[in-house]
């Protein structure tokens, strides 16, 4: 039932949100040259998947998680998708390939073995990677590997149909901070 409401709500969401989509991607080729940000990550049952985003910091940035960059790689246009979350809404065709859901533990980087190491133990790479969770609105972030192993696989036990509208409603009504980086 959750893979049917992904579908629909991105097919939805890419629809609906074409202009805007459109109008971040113009300003981000002023901002940086090149308004995507592509980057493979780790999916479901530990596959990687190209994961689609607007940019937010500079083109030269190192490839590290959120946690270890610096704050002053963020353009000022990425300050604004970052704190109004458009940042992510590439990601709804992550969704409607099937390599993410709107919900689910945020997908990490190869390079961070230790969380990769803590969600392996607790199976949580047998769901798809979510665009938000219960980790994201109560502002856990991978700097924490453990803690969003854990609070990961709890949501997956608990994933309902219920929980899955909660987090959604929770993380358009602005809750959480997102990942947070090095100031």
């Not at 990490?108 to 969770?133: C, S």
Request: glycine share 8%.
């Amino acid at each position: 039932m959750i893979r049917f409401f992904d579908v629909v709500f991105s097919l939805l969401g890419l629809i609906v949100g074409l202009p805007l989509l459109l109008i971040i991607y113009v300003l981000g080729v002023w901002d940086t040259g090149a308004p995507l940000f592509c980057q493979v990550r780790v999916g479901r049952y530990q596959q990687p998947f190209t994961l689609v985003k607007f940019r937010t910091m500079q083109v030269n940035t190192a490839s590290v998680a959120s946690h270890l960059a610096s704050a002053s790689s963020i353009t000022k246009l990425g300050s604004f998708l970052r704190k109004t979350k458009l940042d992510e809404l590439p990601q709804l065709w992550n969704v409607l390939k099937g390599e993410m859901s709107l919900v689910g533990p945020r997908p990490n980087l190869f390079n961070q073995e230790e969380l990769i190491a803590e969600r392996a133990k607790l199976g949580v790479y047998d769901a798809r990677p979510g665009i938000t969770g219960i980790a994201q609105v109560n502002g856990i972030d991978m700097s924490v590997p453990q803690l969003l192993a854990e609070t990961d696989a709890r949501m997956l036990r608990d994933m309902r149909v219920s929980l899955y509208f909660k987090l959604l409603f929770q993380t358009l009504l602005g809750k959480g901070r997102g990942d947070r980086v090095v100031r």
